[in-house]
């Protein structure tokens, strides 16, 4: 995404007051302050995703402006932020994803808060963000190294709950697969899926 980049360099060129009054605030503090908090963002899609409104812009007509003000390209501007749009909204669409070792655990009388630390060593994080345009190949694989990871870090088996038997993966589908402690993907009959 190019569009940041340029209106960063274009407005370390300007004088940011003459900007902020181009664009039409009544108070400059508020245009500085929506300014700032642009500048801070990473891209045009972080800044779209976390959203603004200062009582002024929102987050898409502020860029807009800006792109006017600083007479960026239209079609540059309309790329990126299309570009930023459409990996809104697929993230959107996507459920969390979900990574936990289970094992044979039945309670036996077990104090409540060592179940509570136990189940939280039993989860593995999993970003959504850093699935998006992603194969389901590309997805297991990943999976699988954290598998692995986590089954080695926790030498198989978990505080309280026990042996580590395998693994259970919420994906972005809504469907849930069974890895093995190796990190291998069980296809629908519960055999270990070869791999290609």
């Not at 003000?69 to 540059?76: A, E, K």
């Not at 509570?116 to 998006?132: Q, T």
């Not at 978990?158 to 693994?167: C, D």
Request: proline fraction near 2%; charged fraction near 35%; hydrophobic fraction near 35%.
């Amino acid at each position: 995404m190019k569009l940041h980049k340029i209106i960063k360099k274009k407005l370390a060129k300007s004088a940011h007051d003459v900007v902020i009054k181009q664009m039409d605030y009544g108070s400059l503090k508020v245009g500085r302050k929506t300014l700032k908090a642009f500048l801070n963002t990473k891209n045009v899609y972080e800044w779209l995703r976390e959203g603004h409104y200062d009582l002024k812009y929102a987050s898409e007509p502020f860029i807009w402006k800006l792109v006017e003000v600083l007479d960026i390209s239209f079609d540059i501007a309309k790329a990126d932020i299309e570009k930023a749009k459409k990996r809104y909204r697929r993230l959107s669409a996507m459920k969390d994803p979900y990574l936990r070792a289970e094992t044979n655990f039945r309670r036996n009388g077990e104090f409540i808060f060592a179940l509570i630390f136990a189940a939280a060593k039993s989860r593995i994080s999993i970003h959504k963000e850093s699935l998006v345009y992603k194969s389901d190949e590309e997805i297991f694989r990943s999976v699988g190294q954290k598998i692995k990871k986590h089954y080695v870090e926790y030498k198989g088996e978990l505080p309280v709950l026990g042996k580590i038997t395998h693994y259970l993966y919420d994906h972005t589908d809504g469907k849930t697969y069974r890895f093995t402690i190796d990190g291998k993907l069980f296809n629908e009959n519960n055999e270990i899926k070869e791999e290609k």
